[in-house]
């Protein structure tokens, strides 16, 4: 097997870098810097230094820049054992901006993970498997770029509570545009809650968090994030969607992860609370990540063909022949929870159905038609969620999709129609994603060939992410639910 070609670091550091971390940490008065990093299941980890660790270090060959800084690996899920857990980051100076949130000034820089014995990137590091992504696809000689396009959707709450312990286990979400709050005393209770399902797209006052939102992306915006758009969503009780323009894999990953920090942290500053869990309401619809991509060589978009169906081109079948394939254990990285699979079900817009379609929200593989510019042009894979990691969500679609262009699979006819419509005999005929987390993993498990090629994927993250997600199968199994408590206690 191929090895992609990795130096020693995926990103370099120059002087010229380091004198322009210097440079901002001088205009703006930054007092902390904030290192930054994603651990297996899609958290970002940090800690911090007093900026002055910086100061008077210009040298890449010296210094923090060269050695690193250590910190330990065994306490990081999916990371090392106890006996092997010093690690070492490596700071990626592109990523330098203010910190959005804190009060003190603060350099956020996201960097990468290193083993301080073998000098070699780590191969857990979801960061750095997406750069040998990225750098796969180039030795393939496809395409030179994949640009990236996830549609985060996320709920906004008022008041979150659950627990678990031997004798009990329960939850509670109450948001204030709670559709169940229409008839609470609430001295006064104004109304305007949006029904269930009938979220989208009413103007304030039914939508009364379109200042929340706002304020989000005035963050986002000044932290180089491109943002196209926000809206309120279906669901009631604050379900938000807010949408970034398309950008290459690892930039978008890490555009993604800040976006959730600025989410997280403002919503906290107005009183609520955000979670990008899927299904946290029974009857509604959940959230989703629609994940828009495309490849392009030579600043040209390979998606495109004028005279392709819905104006796609070979390749973007090929590509959409390999997602389809491999879909099953894709979903063991795009829908990575239990919960996912709460919102993976027809009659909540859910796209289950493993079909292409044109313009079609029912199939799990849609092309828009909103342009027919020839660098919009894209395909847009729709069962991914946002509990998943982006780095490594992203990655294993591209193994995919290079794996269906390089073997020339055929994904069929595409289908149209509502397929939520079909009766049971025809709908049967129809692959469906797994309806379970376990289904997703026993499929990584006998599907991940395609994720090893060049090395992006090792078989160690594979093998520790099925052992890390069977953990929390095992967890969410064993303990009464309470609608068991429902259906059985009186029998």
């Avoid at 820049?65 to 999916?78: P, V």
């Avoid at 996201?110 to 997406?130: G, H, M, N, S």
């Avoid at 795009?334 to 079609?360: D, H, I, Q, W």
């Avoid at 797994?434 to 993250?461: C, M, W, Y």
Wanted: hydrophobic share 35%.
């Amino acid at each position: 097997m191929a090895q992609v070609n990795k130096p020693k670091k995926m990103t370099e550091v120059t002087k010229e870098q380091i004198n322009e971390v210097h440079s901002l940490i001088k205009k703006k008065k930054i007092q902390i810097v904030d290192l930054k990093f994603n651990d297996l299941p899609g958290l970002w980890q940090h800690f911090s230094i007093p900026a002055s660790e910086l100061n008077g270090s210009t040298d890449p060959e010296s210094g923090i820049w060269a050695e690193g800084i250590g910190f330990d690996g065994s306490s990081i899920r999916g990371f090392q054992k106890i006996q092997e857990s010093d690690m070492l980051l490596y700071l990626d100076t592109s990523t330098a901006v203010v910190d959005p949130v804190c009060e003190v000034p603060t350099l956020s820089i996201i960097c990468d993970v290193f083993d301080p014995l073998t000098k070699q990137a780590y191969t857990r590091d979801p960061r750095f498997i997406a750069q040998k992504a990225e750098e796969y696809l180039k030795s393939t000689g496809i395409a030179d770029t994949s640009f990236w396009g996830p549609e985060y959707e996320f709920f906004l709450f008022d008041d979150v509570r659950y627990s678990q312990s031997v004798n009990q286990g329960f939850y509670a979400v109450d948001s204030i545009e709670g559709s169940w709050n229409s008839g609470r005393d609430e001295q006064p209770n104004l109304g305007y809650k949006p029904r269930y399902k009938e979220g989208y797209f009413p103007v304030p006052p039914h939508d009364s968090l379109q200042d929340v939102r706002s304020q989000m992306i005035l963050k986002m915006i000044a932290t180089g994030i491109p943002v196209e758009v926000h809206h309120h969503e279906v669901a009631t009780a604050g379900q938000n969607e807010i949408d970034m323009r398309y950008s290459s894999l690892v930039k978008m990953a890490d555009y993604c992860m800040m976006y959730k920090y600025i989410v997280k942290n403002m919503a906290k500053n107005f009183g609520m609370v955000a979670t990008f869990m899927p299904k946290p309401l029974f009857g509604d619809n959940g959230s989703g990540m629609h994940t828009h991509q495309s490849l392009w060589k030579d600043g040209k978009n390979l998606f495109f063909d004028a005279k392709g169906y819905g104006m796609i081109s070979q390749t973007a079948i090929y590509y959409i022949g390999g997602l389809l394939k491999h879909a099953n254990a894709l979903m063991a990285f795009c829908a990575p929870s239990t919960n996912s699979y709460k919102r993976l079900v027809p009659g909540y817009e859910a796209p289950v159905n493993l079909v292409y379609s044109l313009r079609n929200r029912s199939a799990a593989i849609r092309i828009p038609m909103y342009s027919e510019n020839p660098k919009s042009k894209r395909i847009e894979f729709r069962p991914p969620d946002p509990m998943c990691n982006p780095y490594l969500s992203f990655s294993a679609l591209l193994m995919a999709g290079i794996d269906g262009v390089k073997k020339k699979i055929d994904p069929g006819q595409p289908f149209e129609g509502n397929t939520y419509d079909l009766d049971g005999k025809a709908a049967k005929k129809i692959p469906t994603v797994p309806g379970s987390l376990e289904q997703a993993i026993d499929a990584l498990e006998a599907d991940h060939k395609f994720l090893l090629e060049g090395g992006v994927f090792t078989p160690d993250v594979i093998d520790v992410w099925i052992e890390y997600k069977r953990s929390e199968i095992d967890g969410v199994r064993l303990r009464p639910h309470p609608w068991e408590f429902h259906l059985y206690f009186d029998m």
